[in-house]
């Protein structure tokens, strides 16, 4: 179950990274391209996503 959730965590940063990329102008053919909104959201995006996976695959004590 652990590998799961920390799987969607990387999941979630990817989807993260899409949008910031798509926020910027990066990549192109979306509503969400070139919107200062997914240019602050996707990042966020990326840091639950990175620390959801962090937190379930860190060594346990």
């Known amino acids: 179950m ?3 959730i ?3 965590g990387v999941l979630v940063a990817l989807f ?3 949008f910031t990329l798509q926020g910027f102008g990066a990549v ?3 509503p969400m391209s ?3 909104t997914w240019s602050v959201l996707g990042p ?3 840091l639950v996503g990175l620390f959801l996976a ?3 695959w ?3 004590r």
């Open 44 to 46: 966020i995006v990326v």
């Open 54 to 56: 962090f937190v379930v």
């Open 16 to 18: 993260g990274l899409l």
């Open 28 to 30: 192109q053919g979306s």
């Open 58 to 60: 860190r060594p346990r």
């Open 34 to 36: 070139n919107t200062t």
């Open 2 to 4: 652990r590998h799961v």
């Open 6 to 8: 920390g799987g969607l």
